[in-house]
Each structure stands twice: as structure tokens, then as C-alpha cells.
């Protein structure tokens, strides 16, 4: 069934170029674009079509992927690059962006008046994932829609229907909401631990297996004792995560007292440069604060 779709991918960057050789790898055609086009143009190799333009990437296509960096660009490619006046009725919109719940429902009403169906599937399993098709993908939206999307999606990872549109963006913020906090705690057990006379190594070994086990332990507790953090998952992503959420707990009355400390950290960090930065680099953030503090 891959000949019968002709797919767009625009944002092919950290995650969206990775996903996108997936797509090329299980057979599909595929048009991509990317604004900055050195991103994008290394997929031609893998049998990529680039486009010179997001309009360009979408005509004829019928199903656009997006995996840009926050709801105003994604409102900028769909509605003022023209992607949403180059697609057919009947074409689907699969945004895997981050973004605001409420901004991903006014998409998918403004899709619906053009006859265009929207899903919000943002991913969870970072770089990793999205090179072994091992993401986790939290769909929002017609659950027949997304399964009718399922060969689309198989090839990227594990897709689950949350609910109406806008859950799939509610489930990812839940997602980094507990990434977040479960950073921030690795990171203050690991301080604890040294400031004890204790090693950072051997106490991440030594409680591997128990309840404490994560993937957050496994892959950013080893960068936190290596002290090499990177910017795989930049901290100013996780801050705009965080921000979101405090948004969305703020609109339905609700208090997030760990979420708003953690929020409050990494907004310190962002500020003080450390956008760039692995969010595991809360770490160096932590430290910094512990050294001022004792001056």
C-alpha cells in the first residue's frame, strides 16, 4: 500500500530527519522541506524528494507530516507558506510538533473548513527512537482516521489514540512534565550523593533495577555522570514544555507545585545560557548554584 500515499515531511531537524528516513526506508514517496535546507538536503540520498518551499512539499501530497519547533511556526507553515491551500480535501495533516493543545485544535478547525483532517501525534524517545522506529506517538484525534494511518505510522514507532484532538499534545505535555521532574530529582541524588563522599557511577549502577529505573537514569544519568550532556534535548525545548503545561493546568484551576519548581530551575538555566543544553545539564545548573551559593 506505500505507492498509493505520497507524503511531506516539513521540519527535518534533530527528530523530523530521522523519522523521515524511516518513511523513505519502508517504501513511501516522500517531498521534504525544511527551512534550513542543509538539514534537509542529505535525505535525497535515502530517495528523498526536496522541495524549495513548504507549498512545494505539500502539493499532491496526502498525508504532510510536521515536526517544527513550536505552534507559531506550525501556524506559519500551514496557513501563511501556504501548505493548507496546496492540499486536497480528503488530505491529512500529522502534526508531531510540540506545541499548546488549544493551538492544536485551532488548527484542526481550520484544516476542517478546507476539508482537511488533522491528527496531533507529537512522539516521545527523542533521537534514539526516531532512528530505530522505536518512538512512542500520543495520537489526538478520529480514532478511524488514525487507524486508517497505520502503515504510516509503523514504521516510526508505537501509536496510541489518547482521545478528541488535543489530547495527543495533553499526553506529551504529561510526558515531559514527569521527564522534567524525574531530571531534576537524578540530578539533585546525584549531588547528594558526591556531596556525601559517594560516587555518581556507582550510585546509579548500584540502584539500576529498582524502583528508580528509567530510561532517564539510564541515558541521563550516565551524561550527568560524564558531565557530558550535549544538546540532544535542548533545555529551552523543555522550558517551552513546561511553560505549556503551567498554561493548561492554569486553565482548568489546577496546582503543579513540583512542575512550577522545576519550571522556575530550568528557566534559570535558559536565562543563563544554558538553552542550548541538554535539559540532563540541569545538572551543571544545580552545581553552579550550590558554588555561588557557598561563596
Do not use: Y
Not at 506550525?74 to 506545541?99: P, R
Not at 527512537?129 to 512512542?136: E, I, K, P, Q, S
Request: hydrophobic share 45%.
Amino acid at each position: 500500500m506505500s505507492s498509493t500515499r505520497n507524503l511531506a515531511f516539513l521540519g527535518t531537524g534533530l527528530m523530523g530527519g530521522p523519522m523521515a528516513r524511516r518513511l523513505l526506508g519502508a517504501g513511501f514517496a516522500l517531498t521534504v522541506w525544511n527551512r534550513d535546507a542543509s538539514k534537509a538536503a542529505p535525505l535525497s540520498a535515502d530517495g528523498a524528494r526536496i522541495a524549495g518551499n513548504a507549498s512545494e512539499a505539500a502539493k499532491g501530497a496526502n498525508i504532510v507530516f510536521t515536526m517544527l519547533s513550536d505552534g507559531n511556526a506550525v501556524e506559519d507553515v500551514l496557513f501563511n507558506q501556504g501548505v493548507a491551500a496546496a492540499l486536497a480535501a480528503g488530505a491529512v495533516v500529522i502534526d508531531c510538533s510540540s506545541i499548546a493543545p488549544k493551538a492544536a485544535r485551532d488548527h484542526a478547525q481550520r484544516l476542517a473548513e478546507r476539508g482537511i483532517r488533522h491528527i496531533d501525534a507529537p512522539v516521545s524517545g527523542g533521537v534514539v527512537g526516531a532512528a530505530a522506529g522505536t518512538l512512542a506517538i500520543m495520537a489526538g484525534g478520529e480514532g478511524a482516521v488514525i487507524a486508517e494511518l497505520a502503515e504510516v505510522f509503523s514504521p516510526l514507532g508505537r501509536v496510541t489514540h489518547v482521545g478528541p484532538t488535543g489530547t495527543g499534545q495533553l499526553a506529551k505535555l504529561g510526558n515531559q512534565q514527569i521527564v522534567a521532574v524525574t531530571i531534576g530529582a537524578v540530578a539533585e541524588a546525584m549531588m547528594l550523593m558526591e556531596a556525601g563522599g559517594g560516587s555518581r557511577e556507582a550510585f546509579r549502577n548500584a540502584i539500576r533495577g529498582g524502583f528508580a529505573e528509567s530510561r532517564i537514569l539510564d541515558l541521563h544519568g550516565q551524561r550527568m555522570v560524564d558531565h557530558n550532556f550535549g544538546t540532544g534535548g535542548p533545555s529551552k525545548l523543555q522550558l517551552k514544555d513546561l511553560n505549556n503545561i503551567l498554561a493548561v493546568a492554569e486553565s482548568l484551576s489546577l496546582a503543579l507545585p513540583l512542575t512550577e519548581t522545576v519550571r522556575a530551575e530550568f528557566a534559570e538555566f535558559v536565562a543563563g545560557g544554558g538553552g542550548d543544553v541538554d535539559h540532563s545539564g540541569i545538572l551543571q545548573h544545580f552545581e553552579d548554584k550550590h558554588s555561588r551559593a557557598k561563596r
